[in-house]
T-cell receptor
Framework: GAVVSQHPSWVICKSGTSVKIECRSLDFQATTMFWYRQFPKQSLMLMATSNEGSKATYEQGVEKDKFLINHASLTLSTLTVTSAHPEDSSFYIC?????FGPGTRLTVL | AQKVTQAQTEISVVEKEDVTLDCVYETRDTTYYLFWYKQPPSGELVFLIRRNSFDEQNEISGRYSWNFQKSTSSFNFTITASQVVDSAVYFCALSEASGGSEKLVFGKGTKLTVNP
């Protein structure tokens, strides 16, 4: 069964709104989780490392004010896409240990 | 910097054929991990294998086998007697081992199509 869950699995929103995506580790604690983004027919690119109890570490070129990450507990990390625009439409996937969540498909109209 | 190259963008085979997916990596670390993931059309990433840099023993799991060659920095994946359900995009990935980080660098993926 799945060891990492994500919610929602898909979301459609209007441009300018904010969207929150949750990533949960099931049956284990994760002090570190990772957020990736995948554009259609492309590979996964690491966006940021989510650290429980401290600030996230962002990869070069990823706007930390746009992609807010909160790792509130040892089993939950959230990614909030603020003021979303159509170019933010993508597949967002989180991971903990070697396992990936099922992904969240974001479409911004 | 770490880099993973999957030179085969797309492969098409007929069912029951064997197929090998290539993966070449670059890293300056002496300790690292290599992975293979399967991504079916549904999008979820399915973990297939993790291998650390000190273990060059080849691995077999059912119809899947992996050949790790440190001398050529390759970690190739072979599917024996392929089936239609094997159709997916397969990603090879690399991570540092220091500090237990599971931050991965992915190759661009190989899309495998198995035709009946």
């Amino acid at each position: 069964g799945a060891v990492v869950s994500q919610h929602p699995s898909w979301v459609i929103c209007k441009s300018g709104t904010s969207v929150k995506i949750e990533c949960r580790s099931l049956d284990f604690q994760a002090t570190t989780m990772f957020w990736y983004r995948q554009f259609p027919k492309q590979s996964l690119m690491l966006m940021a490392t989510s650290n429980e109890g401290s600030k996230a570490t962002y990869e070069q070129g990823v706007e930390k004010d746009k992609f807010l990450i909160n790792h509130a507990s040892l089993t939950l990390s959230t990614l909030t896409v603020t003021s979303a625009h159509p170019e933010d439409s993508s597949f967002y996937i989180c991971s903990a240990r070697d396992f990936f969540g099922p992904g969240t498909r974001l479409t911004v109209l | 910097a770490q880099k993973v190259t999957q030179a085969q963008t797309e492969i098409s085979v007929v069912e029951k054929e064997d197929v090998t997916l290539d993966c070449v990596y670059e890293t300056r670390d002496t300790t690292y991990y290599l992975f293979w993931y399967k991504q079916p059309p549904s999008g979820e990433l399915v973990f297939l294998i993790r291998r650390n840099s000190f273990d060059e023993q080849n691995e077999i799991s059912g119809r899947y086998s992996w050949n790790f060659q440190k001398s050529t920095s390759s970690f190739n994946f072979t599917i024996t007697a392929s089936q239609v359900v094997d159709s997916a995009v397969y990603f090879c990935a690399l991570s540092e081992a220091s500090g237990g980080s599971e931050k991965l660098v992915f190759g661009k993926g190989t899309k495998l199509t198995v035709n009946p």
